[in-house]
């Protein structure tokens, strides 16, 4: 059986969905109504946590999309995408993966949150974690001054991963203090063949397809 990705529009599941297509594995992609947990309950069935994305391979589950790219580029390499343990910028790599969604994803989850999916509640907490995400974004811009990618020299893993936490944040409308190199490595990273096409897998039925819908 293909490799099956589970995911909603413009949500985390484009990190490992990016990385199977640059890498022409076959795979499956589920697209679901957002949020699957209430609007696709027998979803709970399949990942526990209702989260997206959710891989299965084989006897394989994974629920955190970083996690999942990584396992692709090792499991299915060898890939340009992976940076190998024996380069200069093997730690700055796994820095780049970890920061991608602990420090530049998850303080927009809690803007989402307080913003689309419970306004009100704690506005203070959204603007505060807007501000936070904007801020954070200090080391990515000075690390793109004098270079085109992040690291190796080459698109690679590293560049999914962080570009996604700016997409996330293009759409959500907190873009406006984006830096000269973060736009100029963005654009050129989303006019990718494979980008596109993966950007294109859309939910069609009944219920909203993303948390702006
Ligand atoms: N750290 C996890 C986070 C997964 C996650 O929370 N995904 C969000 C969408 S981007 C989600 O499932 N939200 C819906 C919900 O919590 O019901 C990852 O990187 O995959």
Redesign the pocket.
């Known amino acids: 059986m293909a490799i099956k990705i589970y995911s909603?529009q413009g949500?985390?599941g484009m990190r490992p969905i990016w990385t199977a297509e640059e890498m022409g594995l076959e795979y499956e992609v589920e697209m679901m109504p957002?949020?699957?947990?209430f609007m696709q309950p027998e979803y709970m069935k399949v990942n526990i946590l209702?989260?997206?994305?959710y891989l299965i391979d084989g006897d394989a589950r994974m629920?955190?999309?970083?996690g999942i790219s990584q396992y692709l580029v090792d499991r299915y390499g060898p890939t340009d995408l992976k940076v190998n343990i024996e380069e200069d910028d093997y730690p700055f790599y796994l820095n780049w993966l970890a920061h991608s969604?602990a420090t530049i994803?998850f303080p927009q989850?809690v803007f989402i949150r307080y913003t689309l999916q419970e306004p009100g509640v704690a506005d203070k907490a959204a603007e505060g974690y807007r501000r936070w995400f904007l801020a954070r974004l200090k080391l990515l811009e000075v690390t793109l001054e004098d270079r085109e990618y992040l690291c190796s020299n080459r698109f690679t893993i590293a560049d999914i991963c962080v570009s996604y936490a700016l997409y996330l944040a293009r759409s959500l409308g907190i873009d406006e203090a984006f830096k000269p190199n973060i736009l100029r490595w963005t654009d050129m990273l989303f006019e990718r063949e494979a980008f596109k096409k993966i950007e294109a897998y859309k939910y069609d039925g009944p219920g909203p397809a993303g948390p702006n819908d």
């Open positions: 909603t949500s985390r957002f949020p699957p947990r209702g989260t997206i994305p629920t955190e999309s970083v969604d994803t989850t």
